[in-house]
């Protein structure tokens, strides 16, 4: 399942829409404490597409905490502003994806990453 933490209703609309119409299961929230809830309630996700800019939460502090208690989910990170992502020595690397989002890219990541994810 594709997990989307986007705090643009439309956005987050738009993402859910085009990964159903993809075939993949998909849940989106608005905040990263509902993701983490989320996350906590089910073994079903096996991405989780991440907004950095969200409100209480930030979607890099979101990320260390999926890492730190989750190492084998599947991450990317997207943003509408610009943002430096250095990887942190010792964990995996996440990618990166500037908005709007390029789709070609997207159904890359989505492609070569995460299907063992959402197997």
């Known amino acids: 399942m594709v997990l989307i ?3 643009d209703p439309l956005s987050r609309r738009a993402l859910q829409s ?4 993809k075939g993949y299961a998909c849940r989106a929230v608005d905040s990263a404490e509902d993701a983490l809830k989320l996350i906590e309630k ?12 969200l409100p209480g939460m930030n979607g890099l ?3 260390r905490q999926l890492q730190d208690n989750h190492p084998n989910l599947a991450c990317m990170l997207m ?8 990887p ?7 990618p990166f994806l500037p908005k709007p989002l390029n789709m070609k890219q997207l159904k890359g990541f989505m492609r070569g990453t ?3 994810s959402l197997s």
């Open 5 to 7: 933490v986007e705090d």
């Open 61 to 63: 502090q979101l990320l």
């Open 18 to 21: 085009l990964f159903v119409a």
């Open 114 to 116: 995460c299907e063992t």
């Open 42 to 53: 089910s073994d079903e996700i096996g991405v989780a597409l991440i907004d950095i800019d």
């Open 88 to 94: 942190v020595p010792g964990r995996r690397a996440v």
């Open 79 to 86: 943003s509408a502003n610009e943002h430096e992502v250095i």
